[in-house]
């Protein structure tokens, strides 16, 4: 199952520069819980999947900060194309 998420556009956002990757990885989250309501087994199999700046949010998603440790369901995988690696620890 996957689902894509827009972050920006049900805000009439038109620039990603307006909004910043905590909100994105928020919304992240959002779209995992709300498939875990639909479809159970989604936790044990979840994987978030970004694109250059979305690259980035899908790393942030799956990085064990603050975001990731308060949430109920966690992603397990996160495929990233392209992203700004300069803000990220290392493993």
Known sequence: M????DSLGPR???NCGNTTPDDLA?????A???LVVIHRSIPRASAVLGFAY???VALMSVERGAMEQTSP???RAAV???P???RFKAP
Do not use: H, S
């Open 2 to 5: 996957t689902l894509a998420v």
């Open 12 to 14: 009439g956002i038109t």
């Open 26 to 30: 928020r919304d992240a989250y959002r």
């Open 32 to 34: 995992l819980n709300f």
């Open 54 to 56: 979305g690259g980035g």
């Open 73 to 75: 369901n966690k992603f």
């Open 80 to 82: 990233a194309f392209y």
């Open 84 to 86: 700004p690696c300069n």
